[in-house]
C-alpha cells in the first residue's frame, strides 16, 4: 500500500501516476500554533488516492487542499474530521477540478465545534468543459455544540460540461433531538448520549474509507487522539 | 442520437415588435446633477426627495462596480437615456390609452388577462404608468394601488414614512443610481387586516433605445393583511444595450403576508439589475416568486429579512439562459429573530451555451435561536456550450439552528429521453416535456394564466422558434 502520513504544518504535492493508487493521511492534533499551509495532489489516468484529514490542533489554522482529476478515469476521495474548541478557528478550502473524462470524486467533510470555536468551508467543484461522464459530490457537515460557536460554508460549484452528475450538500445543527432522547431514554446522560452522537458523527466519515487496512490506520489516531479530545472537552 | 440544432436568438424573439418612438420628454444620454434636478423638476416632487435623488447621485458615483458576478464591463452608464415621459397624463380608462400603446399590450394579452381576473392594472409604458385601475372595493377598503410618482404627491406621509428604509442608496452601486433617477413602479399599501384576494398586477416594458427604466416599487402590509402583487416585463429588440435597474422595497407587518410574483422576459439585449428586499416582523410571511427566461445579464437576489420571531421567508426562483445569457440569480434570508425560518428553492436550466449561477446567502444572527431554512438548488445543463454555478454562502452565528443546503447540476437523463421518445415524441418534445416537469413545483405557485404562459416560453425556447 503506498501509504503517507503527514503533519499537515507542512505543504504537500503529490502526482498520481498513472494506474497508481495513493493513501494520504494528514494530520494536525496537538498544536496550539497558527497554521498556513496547502495541500496539492494531481491524478493521472486512471490513478486513485484516498485522502484523509485529521484536524483538532492549531490556534487559527488555514488549509488549502486542491484535487486535480486530471487524467481519464482518475478517481479521488477527500475525506476529513475536524473538532473545535475554545477559540481555535478553522478555514478550510477545498477544490476537487476535474480536467479528466470519467473522472470520480467524492470529498467529505465533517466538524464538530466546541466553545467559541469557527470553521470556514470553502468548497468548490470545477468540471472544466468538454468532458464526459463525471461524477462529483461535496458535503460538509457541522454540529455546533459550543454555545458561542459559528460556522460559515461556502460549497460551490462550477459546471462547464453537460455529461456531468455533480451534487453538494451543506448542514449545520445540533445533534438531533429524536436521537438524544432514544440514548437517553436507554439510561445515557446527556453528556454520554451527546459524545456517542459526534463519534458516530465522525465515524461515518471513516466508514467511507473502502480500503481496510487504511481505514484502521486513520481509525487507531481517532481512537488515540480524537475520542480523548471528545471526552475531554465533555467531561471539562 | 443527433443533436438537435437548436435555433434561439434575438431573431426569433416573441415579443421583440417596437413602436414608433413618441415621446414628450427625453433626456439627453448620461447623467448628472442637472439630469437628476431636471426629472425632479418634470414630476413637480417635494424638495426632500429632490435632495434624496441628488444625494443619492453622488453615493452613485463613489460606489466602485461590484467586484463579483457577471461581466458589466459592456455596461455604458453615459450611453443611456436616463429619463424618458410618453405621454402627457395618466389614463383612467382602458378606452384613453393611446393606440400605439394598446398595440403593443395586445400583443402581449394584457386586456385578456385583465378580463379574466385581474381587479386592477398599472401598466407601465416606458416611465411612467399610463393606465390605472384599481376595482372599487378596493379602494372601499383602503387598499392603495398607485404608480409611485403619483404617490409622493397624494400619500406623502405613507411614502417618507417608509421610502429607501428597507433598501438605502448606499447599500450597493444600482441601487444607489436607481435612487438617483428612479422613475414609475408601483407603491401599495393594505391597511391592517385587510386581504386582497386578486392579485394586483403591473406589466412593464421598455420601448426607447438605450432608455434605462428604474422602476421603484414599494408594498406595505400592514398586520394581518394579505396581498399578491404580480409584474411580468417584455421589452422590445434594440440593437443596443438597455439597462433596467428597479429597486423593490416591502415592509410586512406582525402577521401579514405578502407574495410578490415575477416573470422577467426582457430582450436579450437588457441588463437587469435589480434590488429586491422584504422586512419581515413577527409572524409575517413574505414569498419571492422569481422567474427570470429573459435579459442579456441578469443579477436579481430577492431578500428576506426576519427581524420578528416566528417571521418566514419563502423564495422560489427559476432562470433559463439560452446564447449569451447570464442569469445570476438566487436569493437570501438573513435570520435576525428567534424561531425564524426560511426556504429557498432555485431551478435553473442552461443551454446554448448559456450560463446560470446560483448565488445565495443564509445567515442566522446570534441569539435566532430555533431558526430553521432550508436551500436547495438544482440546475439542468442541456447542452455541452453551456455552463451551471453554485455560490451558496451560509454563516451560522447561533448553536440553536438547522440548516440544510443541497445543490444538483446534471443533464437530462438518457432513460427519460428514451422513455418518452419510445412514446413517438422527438427529442425537442421530450426534452421540453422534461424541462417543464423539472419547474413545475415552482411554476405551479404562479397564478394559472402566468403558468401557461411560462410553460409556453419553456417550450418555445426549447424548439427555439420563440
Known amino acids: 500500500m503506498n501509504y503517507l502520513l503527514t503533519d499537515a504544518k507542512d505543504n504537500l504535492e503529490l502526482r498520481v501516476t498513472k494506474n497508481q493508487k495513493h493513501y494520504v493521511l494528514e494530520k494536525l492534533l496537538d498544536y496550539d500554533k497558527e497554521v498556513t499551509s496547502s495541500t496539492k495532489i494531481v491524478i493521472e489516468e486512471n490513478g486513485e488516492v484516498y485522502y484523509f484529514l485529521l484536524l483538532s490542533g492549531g490556534s487559527q489554522v488555514s488549509k488549502s487542499i486542491e484535487i486535480v482529476l486530471k487524467g481519464d478515469f482518475s478517481k479521488a476521495t477527500i475525506l476529513g474530521v475536524y473538532l473545535g474548541e475554545k477559540d481555535q478557528k478553522y478555514h478550510l478550502r477545498v477544490v476537487s477540478n476535474h480536467q479528466g473524462s470519467d473522472s470520480r470524486a467524492l470529498t467529505w467533510i465533517n466538524g464538530v465545534l466546541y466553545g467559541q470555536s469557527s470553521s470556514n468551508f470553502d468548497g468548490m467543484v470545477k468540471i472544466d468543459s468538454g468532458l464526459h461522464r463525471v461524477n462529483s459530490y461535496l458535503a460538509n457537515h457541522v454540529l455546533i455544540l459550543g454555545d458561542e460557536a459559528s460556522a460559515n460554508a461556502i460549497p460551490s460549484l462550477e459546471i462547464e460540461s453537460d455529461d456531468v452528475k455533480c451534487s453538494h450538500e451543506a448542514t449545520v445543527g445540533q445533534v438531533g433531538d429524536a436521537e438524544m432522547f432514544y440514548l437517553q431514554s436507554r439510561g445515557l446522560t446527556a453528556d454520554q448520549a451527546e459524545k456517542l452522537l459526534t463519534q458516530g458523527f465522525f465515524e461515518s466519515v471513516t466508514s467511507k474509507i473502502e480500503n481496510k487496512e487504511f481505514r484502521l490506520k486513520v481509525s487507531e489516531f481517532m481512537e488515540r487522539n480524537s475520542k480523548d479530545v471528545i471526552s475531554n472537552k465533555i467531561t471539562q | ?466
Request: net charge neutral.
Open chain 2, 1 to 466: 442520437m443527433a443533436r438537435v440544432d437548436f435555433k434561439i436568438g434575438a431573431e426569433n424573439y416573441k415579443y421583440g415588435f417596437a413602436d414608433r418612438e413618441d415621446y414628450i420628454y427625453k433626456s439627453d444620454k448620461g447623467l448628472s446633477p442637472e439630469v437628476v434636478k431636471k426629472i425632479s423638476d418634470i414630476k413637480n416632487e417635494p424638495p426632500w426627495m429632490r435632495e434624496f435623488r441628488l444625494a443619492a447621485l453622488s453615493i452613485f458615483q463613489s460606489k466602485p462596480m461590484p467586484g463579483w458576478g457577471a461581466d458589466l464591463s459592456t455596461l455604458d452608464f453615459n450611453n443611456i437615456h436616463y429619463y424618458v415621459k410618453p405621454s402627457e397624463k395618466q389614463s383612467g380608462s382602458w378606452q384613453d390609452v393611446p393606440v400605439y400603446i394598446k398595440n403593443t399590450f395586445d400583443k402581449l394579452g394584457i386586456p385578456e388577462a385583465e378580463k379574466k381576473f385581474l381587479a386592477g392594472v398599472g401598466a407601465q409604458y416606458e416611465s411612467e404608468m399610463i393606465y390605472h385601475n384599481l376595482a372599487q372595493d378596493l379602494s372601499k377598503k383602503g387598499v392603495i394601488f398607485s404608480d409611485m410618482d403619483s404617490a409622493v404627491k397624494d400619500y406623502p406621509d405613507l411614502v417618507r414614512k417608509y421610502f429607501s428604509t428597507i433598501i438605502p442608496p448606499s447599500d450597493n452601486k444600482f441601487a444607489a443610481l436607481n435612487s438617483a433617477c428612479w422613475s414609475g413602479g408601483s407603491f401599495i399599501y393594505v391597511p391592517k387586516g385587510v386581504r386582497v384576494e386578486i392579485p394586483l398586477q403591473a406589466y412593464f416594458r421598455i420601448n426607447t433605445k438605450n432608455m434605462g427604466q428604474f422602476e421603484r416599487t414599494l408594498i406595505i402590509a400592514d398586520e394581518g393583511s394579505f396581498v399578491h402583487y404580480l409584474e411580468g416585463c417584455s421589452a422590445p429588440i434594440y440593437t443596443t444595450d438597455s439597462l433596467h435597474s428597479a429597486v423593490v422595497e416591502i415592509i410586512v407587518k406582525k402577521g401579514a403576508r405578502v407574495r410578490y410574483t415575477t416573470i422577467q422576459n426582457w430582450s436579450t439585449n437588457v441588463y437587469n439589475l435589480v434590488t429586491k428586499r422584504a422586512r419581515v416582523e413577527e409572524e409575517g410571511v413574505c414569498e419571492w416568486v422569481d422567474a427570470n427566461l429573459g435579459s442579456k445579464v441578469t443579477m436579481k437576489y430577492p431578500s428576506v429579512y426576519l427581524v420578528g420571531r416566528k417571521a418566514k421567508g419563502d423564495i422560489l426562483s427559476i432562470a433559463f439562459a439560452s446564447r449569451n445569457q447570464v442569469q445570476d440569480a438566487g436569493g437570501k434570508a438573513l435570520h435576525f429573530a428567534p424561531e425564524t425560518s426560511s426556504s429557498i428553492i432555485s431551478k435553473s436550466i442552461s443551454k446554448n451555451g448559456g450560463r446560470t449561477s446560483f448565488r445565495g446567502l443564509l445567515k442566522v444572527f446570534p441569539g435566532a435561536k430555533a431558526s430553521k431554512s432550508m436551500v436547495r438548488c438544482d440546475a439542468l445543463i442541456l447542452d455541452s456550450l453551456s455552463r451551471s454555478d453554485t455560490y451558496p454562502t451560509i454563516q451560522i452565528d447561533e448553536k440553536q439552528v438547522s440548516i440544510g443546503h443541497e445543490a444538483v447540476v446534471s443533464k437530462i437523463g438518457d432513460e427519460q429521453l428514451f422513455y418518452l421518445m419510445s412514446r413517438g415524441l422527438n427529442e425537442t418534445q421530450a426534452m421540453g416535456m422534461v424541462v417543464n416537469g423539472f419547474i413545475e413545483p415552482i411554476v405551479k405557485e404562479i397564478p394559472l394564466e402566468y403558468a401557461l404562459e411560462m410553460n409556453k416560453l419553456i417550450q418555445l425556447q426549447m424548439e427555439g422558434v420563440g
